[in-house]
């Protein structure tokens, strides 16, 4: 594993974490609010063929954390720090990935870039819209579940913070992770201070005009029984994205990447080499 101190905008410095042939075609894998790049550990066998970028976003992780809300409310910082990531690293179109928040902050690079630099978009259990913009069924489902809206999570109050932040993970998965699994996972969510997860919260964007001037391929992968992103936001998701295949994932929730790693894998693997016109492997 390569790690490398990136700066992203207005200096933030990015932690981003890289594995596979460095001449492979590149995959950025980028994690949900709260997470890590260690979210996408079970990944690890796609380095066999595809180069895996994995930052820890800012505010996130071994990155910087800059108080200012300013640094995380908005769509600028995000997309700024995907396209440092793309040209620090002299990366040739890679596929994006998001999952949850990070297929917004893909959503934010697409916004202020373009897909003219990506080979591929893929939405994990990920939104078109956030905020005010998000249809009413889906926040009124978010909204009755005080796992999924986390208040805790955002106060200063250490223990209802890791309480929160238990139920959180939790909420996650249809399939539960394990103990030792589910403990290194509220240690990782851990690392990301309350007020930057409020801050990372209050977005309030609309990616559907931009997504729906995409012309690479696109592919949204979806738990059934996702809690954080209930499935009519894949719905308007796919509907926003003219390229794009949806695959739903039947006995998972919002985490298909941890729950079926080996399915999700093969999908990724398939899609990627679509994206990049490679040869079907065996």
Not at 15 to 23: A, I
Not at 108 to 114: I, L, P, R
Not at 201 to 230: C, F, N, S, T
Not at 256 to 265: A, K, L, S, T
């Amino acid at each position: 594993m390569r790690q490398h101190r990136i700066t992203g905008h207005d200096g933030v410095r990015l932690e981003v974490f890289d594995l596979g042939p460095e001449e492979a075609p590149p995959i950025l894998l980028i994690h949900g609010w709260s997470q890590h790049h260690l979210s996408w550990e079970r990944q690890y066998p796609l380095a066999e063929e595809f180069r895996l970028i994995m930052p820890d976003l800012r505010g996130h992780g071994a990155s910087d954390k800059p108080d200012d809300a300013g640094a995380y409310d908005n769509s600028l910082p995000w997309a700024s720090d995907v396209a440092a990531i793309i040209d620090a690293l002299s990366l040739d179109r890679p596929v994006l990935a998001g999952w949850s928040m990070g297929g917004a902050v893909a959503g934010d690079y697409v916004k202020h870039f373009g897909d003219q630099g990506i080979s591929g978009f893929c939405l994990v259990d990920s939104f078109a819209t956030t905020g005010s913009h998000m249809a009413t069924a889906a926040r009124d489902a978010r909204a009755a579940d005080d796992a999924v809206v986390a208040a805790g999570m955002t106060t200063s109050d250490q223990a209802a913070n890791l309480s929160a932040t238990l139920a959180f993970v939790r909420a996650c998965f249809h399939q539960q992770p394990n103990p030792d699994d589910l403990a290194r996972m509220v240690g990782f969510n851990m690392l990301c201070p309350p007020h930057i997860r409020k801050a990372a919260r209050q977005r309030d964007e609309d990616y559907r005009p931009y997504l729906a001037k995409m012309r690479v391929p696109a592919l949204i992968l979806w738990g059934a029984h996702d809690r954080p992103a209930p499935p009519m936001v894949g719905e308007e998701a796919a509907a926003a994205i003219p390229t794009a295949r949806v695959l739903i994932y039947e006995e998972c929730g919002h985490s298909p990447f941890w729950e079926e790693p080996d399915r999700f894998n093969a999908d990724i693997r398939h899609f990627a080499r679509h994206c990049f016109e490679m040869e079907p492997g065996p």
